[in-house]
């Protein structure tokens, strides 16, 4: 699941509009639908307003935020997985 998808399975679940959440953002309605369907990215900071206006598990929202920015950059990249397998490998040294 992408985050706009996320995004808009919340909105509706709580019975809220386009209009109520871009409003609370700052941005204008077509924004907001654009960040639904993934032709816009949201902010950080919309990030963790969204969490908060649609009750979301914050972590969770941010790892669907941040793999569509990673997606976004290497999805046409021939060595993607490559580069995502030494990513993970770094990481795992800089968790201890």
């Keep these: 699941m992408h985050f706009g998808e996320r995004i ?3 909105r509706e679940s709580q019975g809220l509009l386009q209009r109520q959440l871009a409003a609370e953002l700052e941005i204008d309605t077509p ?3 654009k960040i639904e369907r993934g032709e816009r990215k949201a902010k950080r900071e919309q990030v963790e ?3 908060a206006l649609l009750h ?3 972590p969770a929202l941010f790892s ?3 793999a569509d920015q990673i997606m976004d950059l290497i999805k046409n ?3 993607a997985y490559e580069a995502i397998e030494i990513v993970k490998k770094e990481l795992k040294k ?3």
């Design 94 to 96: 800089n968790e201890h």
């Design 64 to 66: 669907l935020w941040l």
């Design 56 to 58: 979301a598990d914050k």
């Design 49 to 51: 307003q969204l969490a």
């Design 31 to 33: 924004m907001f639908s």
């Design 77 to 79: 990249e021939p060595q």
């Design 8 to 10: 808009k399975e919340l």
